[in-house]
């Protein structure tokens, strides 16, 4: 049986022999869910932000990185100095 201790500031230590039978690494959450007879533990994974990727449709195309520089530059003139240059 494995046992955590509860701090004064309400904070346990997750064993490492539980987090490596549970696949967990620094970020990932835990979610408590209450039912009869106690509490059962779930850990819910902090996602990268590639697994993110495609999950939204594009509005437009992209038009190509020296387009992308060329509105950016266009941007801060106009934020920066109150003109544009063509």
Known sequence: ???ARLT???QIT???EVRDRLGM???DGV???FGEGGVRMRVERRRALGEFKGSLPAR???PGK???REAARRHVIRE???EETH
């Open 1 to 3: 049986m494995l046992k």
């Open 8 to 10: 004064s500031k309400g």
């Open 14 to 16: 997750i064993p490492k």
């Open 25 to 27: 690494r620094p970020g």
């Open 31 to 33: 979610v408590f869910e």
């Open 60 to 62: 437009r195309g992209y």
């Open 66 to 68: 020296e387009a992308e």
């Open 80 to 82: 920066v100095l109150g």
